[in-house]
């Protein structure tokens, strides 16, 4: 059964997140939060909302249907893997997304009105367009920010999301933005980086640069070791910017002509079972390729069934796209 129409309708802007048009359009219906709109489309929470609401979504709000196509994240098991589809990218590993905990940027929600896709990423923890760090929680209630919420522009508490000072990002961060967004094709401007360590990424997938990232700075020192299921637990905004910066240093240490000794190092730093797995099962065969040459050339480890074994250290770097 469709839903009833809403009154005021309106089309997705083509970089709006799902969840937030889905808000937005709640309340420029004064509704006040999402209770009703989820009635009409049957499901408890906001989480739900997948490809089989498309269409339902698309009538309640007197939407362009091919737009809100677009803004569907789409879900699949493969071969045990749960990829998802977002805004036409693929996306291997779940927790590389935060589609269900939202953070955001209050000059573009000053600027724009609208909740945009690149802060459902991970590793997106800053607005390249206003080189502001994003937040994800509240800076007058402390919680972090939910979807079940009364206003797209106001915290549970009722502060105002676009009213807070903002603190300028970091170059790392901003440079992981960019690069998601570019991929995203939300801004087709995005200068490419010239930093040595942002070459790796050229010509990898959004998934294979983002799990390469991942790989390098997910741990925080070569004492920590990566739990089972830390890899796959949602991180925070801060815990991903520090990440991001690990690994805009390692990568570049790598790109630029490790010594044996600087090697040995970023061996214990590197997360090398992520960067295993990407060299194996990486989407793309440039993603498989770069993960492999790392792991070989620039760390001089060879990955024999599933363990490491110490090989030549003496090789030459020759790291694709370096
Ligand atoms: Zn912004
Ligand atoms: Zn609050």
Same mark, same amino acid.
């Given at each position: 059964?469709?839903?009833?129409?809403?009154?005021?309708?309106?089309?997705?802007?083509?970089?709006? %997140?799902? +969840?937030?048009?889905?808000?937005?359009?709640? *309340?420029? /219906?004064?509704?006040?939060?999402?209770?009703?709109?989820?009635?009409?489309?049957?499901?408890?929470?906001?989480?739900?909302?997948?490809?089989?609401?498309?269409?339902?979504?698309?009538?309640?709000?007197?939407?362009? @249907?091919?737009?809100?196509?677009?803004?569907?994240?789409?879900?699949?098991?493969? #071969? *045990?893997?749960?990829?998802?589809?977002?805004?036409?990218?693929?996306?291997?590993?779940?927790?590389? !997304?935060?589609?269900?905990? @939202?953070?955001? &940027?209050?000059? &573009?929600?000053?600027?724009?009105?609208?909740?945009?896709?690149?802060?459902?990423?991970?590793?997106?923890?800053?607005?390249?367009?206003?080189?502001?760090?994003?937040?994800?929680?509240?800076?007058?209630?402390?919680?972090? !920010?939910?979807?079940?919420?009364?206003?797209?522009?106001?915290?549970? &508490?009722?502060?105002?999301?676009? /009213?807070?000072?903002?603190?300028?990002? *970091? #170059?790392?961060?901003?440079?992981?933005?960019?690069?998601?967004?570019?991929?995203?094709? &939300?801004?087709?401007?995005?200068?490419?980086?010239?930093?040595?360590?942002? %070459?790796?990424?050229?010509?990898?997938?959004?998934?294979?640069?983002?799990? !390469?990232?991942? =790989?390098?700075?997910?741990?925080?020192?070569?004492? +920590?070791?990566?739990?089972?299921?830390?890899?796959?637990?949602?991180?925070?905004?801060?815990?991903?910017?520090?990440?991001?910066?690990?690994?805009?240093?390692?990568?570049?240490?790598?790109?630029?002509?490790?010594?044996?000794?600087?090697?040995?190092?970023?061996?214990?730093?590197?997360?090398?079972?992520?960067?295993?797995?990407?060299?194996?099962?990486? =989407?793309?065969?440039?993603?498989?390729?770069?993960?492999?040459?790392?792991?070989?050339?620039?760390?001089?480890?060879?990955?024999?069934? *599933?363990?490491? =074994?110490?090989? %030549?250290?003496?090789?030459?770097?020759?790291?694709?796209?370096?």
């Amino acid at each position: 059964m469709m839903p009833t129409r809403v009154l005021v309708s309106g089309d997705p802007f083509p970089d709006e %997140s799902l +969840h937030g048009f889905v808000l937005r359009m709640a *309340g420029r /219906n004064r509704m006040a939060g999402l209770k009703w709109v989820l009635d009409q489309l049957g499901r408890r929470s906001i989480a739900q909302l997948g490809e089989a609401d498309e269409s339902k979504i698309a009538y309640l709000f007197g939407a362009d @249907p091919h737009a809100v196509e677009r803004l569907i994240v789409r879900g699949r098991w493969i #071969d *045990g893997m749960q990829v998802h589809w977002i805004h036409g990218q693929e996306v291997t590993r779940p927790y590389l !997304l935060r589609t269900a905990r @939202p953070q955001w &940027c209050p000059r &573009c929600l000053a600027e724009f009105g609208y909740a945009r896709v690149p802060w459902d990423f991970q590793l997106v923890t800053a607005c390249h367009i206003h080189g502001a760090k994003l937040l994800e929680r509240c800076p007058s209630c402390s919680r972090p !920010l939910r979807w079940q919420r009364r206003s797209l522009l106001a915290c549970t &508490c009722g502060a105002s999301l676009q /009213n807070v000072s903002c603190t300028p990002a *970091g #170059d790392a961060e901003l440079a992981v933005a960019g690069w998601i967004n570019a991929h995203l094709a &939300c801004d087709s401007t995005n200068d490419p980086g010239t930093a040595s360590w942002q %070459s790796l990424l050229e010509g990898l997938s959004l998934d294979g640069g983002m799990r !390469l990232v991942y =790989a390098a700075g997910l741990r925080r020192d070569a004492g +920590h070791r990566v739990g089972p299921g830390e890899a796959r637990a949602g991180l925070t905004t801060l815990e991903c910017r520090l990440a991001c910066e690990r690994a805009a240093e390692r990568l570049g240490r790598l790109a630029s002509m490790a010594s044996d000794e600087d090697r040995t190092h970023l061996r214990q730093l590197v997360h090398l079972p992520a960067l295993l797995a990407l060299s194996q099962d990486g =989407a793309t065969a440039a993603d498989r390729q770069l993960a492999r040459s790392m792991l070989e050339v620039g760390l001089g480890v060879a990955p024999t069934h *599933g363990r490491f =074994a110490s090989r %030549s250290q003496s090789a030459q770097l020759a790291l694709p796209g370096v």
